[in-house]
């Protein structure tokens, strides 16, 4: 009677019915591949024009390997109930710094959908009709009520692969997977069998038909631009930019953590969740690898950082520039299909490549409709949250209440984002991940095995006994993965031009953390009115 009393529901109601390969899915789909290498090239390379992708790479991939997949795969398999790293920070810190936390992801997962959203519009379906010279299309879609519409309809789209279900979302999943590894696939292969020589008379080729900087004048126009703004195009690398470009690279290496919020519904939890982790670290790393290594030697380094910084600093704009896109990664492979001598071959290959930035960028925000539903649902377990907050639809076995609330704010944010486009970026997003999300719980997981009040659950895990002389591994990882998030911290804080947003991000966490204390203390006086104490809830697990 005391779990009865204690607890919101004597059973959550979510069914385990997903396999290894969609919790692989759920985490290898929130590292956005094609996006995510765009902003790792376009964003990184910007401004820390000396990167070495190579390195940065490497670098991410050992560390979030060690780090991330032992982090996030210990404390799920360990305590395997959906919601996330509420579940783990309320049980091992505090149920305060848990709520806390967890407000302001939950936010974060909102943020997610106003900016993601968008960007399936611009630069999304924007870059396929630049590609392909659909000028009206590109016209009509840069306009700011299109892009509410469009961006709104794929809000829509994202809520109905997860309203009907935790298994139909499984089954979509791999279908929009299987087609953005394709479009990643052929843009891989596209630079893999052209050389040096005949990527530059492409460009050469391109940019006399659209009257655009050939392949020397554009390196030496960007020079000149960067040297006005205070710049130096940098000839080779350096350890300081590489190190700054994994501030943007932790899209493709970070997010894999995604899967902690389905760990309810996992089958075998104890290996799917470290496991699909750390697969879903490891396979954005090799494509990631593979695009690093055909890049440079296809497109030149120095030339690849002053395609990033036209992409990124100057927005495509430069003098003499006149190709219909911008020089981003996808843009140059597009440079690239001009040679081929099939207009029907040209067509597919463009499509394809346009077509996978576009999905993963739609299944990013149908993830946001997988884990903000579910941090309610874990809070509303605990009574931390009205009690419609754990209701389950009997015939999908998913929260829909909390979907249509997820709904409604995103769309909120969408028309602002809409009207002023100023709202938080996704790296400000990043920012405040590094710290709140990754940080929190990496410190949650260095004290788990040490934490008296989280003994019982430590003792009942199925990694107690993983252990290097004589260190928990969970440890181990805590510590690899704040050595990790220290080096994004600071080169997210020194990056430069940004002050004014590392300070504006950094109060506004402030002000979503003081909204989650205070909904703490709301709630737990609340539940004191009816003789419920919510300290016996945080001494153990929520029922499954």
């Known amino acids: 009677m005391a779990e009865e009393r204690v607890f919101a529901r004597k059973a959550s109601g979510l069914v385990r019915g997903l396999s290894l390969l969609d919790a692989f899915g759920v985490g290898f789909m929130n590292q956005g591949l094609t996006p995510s290498m765009w902003v790792m090239i376009s964003l990184g390379l910007s401004v820390y024009t000396g990167g070495n992708l190579i390195i940065a790479t490497l670098l991410s991939a050992v560390m979030c390997g060690i780090g991330f997949s032992l982090v996030w795969g210990i404390l799920g398999g360990s305590m395997p109930r959906s919601g996330g790293e509420y579940i783990y920070n309320s049980r091992i810190i505090s149920p305060l710094i848990g709520i806390a936390e ?68 499984a089954r979509v999943q791999k279908v929009i997977m299987a087609l953005g590894i394709l479009g990643a696939l052929v843009i891989l292969l596209v630079f893999t069998f052209t050389s040096h020589d005949q990527f530059v008379q492409a460009w050469n080729g391109v940019s006399a038909q659209f009257g655009s900087l050939d392949y020397n004048s554009f390196l030496a126009a960007v020079r000149s631009a960067m040297e006005e703004a205070g710049d130096v195009l940098p000839v080779t690398w350096n350890w300081f930019d590489t190190l700054g470009v994994m501030v943007a690279g932790s899209w493709l290496f970070a997010y894999s953590y995604c899967i902690t919020f389905i760990a309810g519904e996992v089958k075998r939890p104890d290996k799917s969740i470290i496991l699909g982790n750390l697969f879903a670290i490891l396979v954005p790393a090799f494509f990631m690898l593979w695009l690093s290594i055909v890049l440079y030697r296809t497109v030149g380094f120095q030339f690849l950082s002053a395609t990033a910084y036209v992409d990124e600093t100057l927005g495509g ?114 920012g405040m991940e590094i710290v709140s999300v990754f940080g929190v719980t990496a410190i949650a997981a260095l004290l788990f095995p040490f934490v008296k009040k989280a003994r019982h659950i430590w003792e009942a895990s199925p990694y107690r006994h993983w252990r290097v002389l004589g260190i928990p591994a969970v440890t181990i990882g805590a510590v690899v993965n704040l050595i990790y998030l220290a080096i994004l911290f600071y080169f997210f804080i020194v990056m430069p031009d940004l002050e004014g947003l590392t300070i504006g991000s950094l109060i506004f966490y402030i002000v979503i953390w003081g909204l989650g204390i205070a909904w703490y203390y709301f709630w737990k006086a609340r539940n004191r009115q009816v003789g419920v104490d919510v300290s016996m809830t945080y001494g153990e697990l929520p029922p499954e």
């Not at 961006?151 to 789209?157: E, G, K, R, T």
């Not at 999908?396 to 249509?404: C, G, L, M």
């Open 102 to 169: 967890s407000f302001g992801n939950a936010f974060v997962w909102i943020m997610w959908i106003y900016v993601l959203a968008p960007w399936t519009v611009d630069p999304g379906l924007v870059m396929l009709c630049q590609f392909l010279g659909w000028d009206r299309a590109t016209e009509f879609l840069s306009q700011p009520w299109a892009l509410f519409l469009i961006a709104s309809l794929v809000n829509f789209i994202a809520l109905l692969f997860l309203i009907f279900g935790i298994k139909f979302f």
């Open 317 to 430: 704009e430069l003098a003499g520039y006149a190709l219909p896109w911008s020089p981003h990664f996808v843009g140059l492979a597009a440079v690239v299909t001009y040679t081929l001598s099939s207009p029907l071959l040209r067509f597919i290959v463009l499509f394809l490549m346009a077509l996978s930035f576009i999905l993963f960028n739609l299944w990013w925000v149908a993830l946001s409709y997988m884990a903000f539903p579910r941090i309610l649902f874990a809070w509303g377990m605990d009574r931390m949250g009205p009690k419609w907050f754990t209701d389950i639809h009997p015939r999908w076995a998913t929260p829909v209440k909390n979907h249509i609330l997820c709904f409604v704010l995103g769309e909120i944010g969408i028309l602002l984002y809409s009207l002023w486009q100023e709202q938080m970026s996704g790296l400000s997003v990043t």
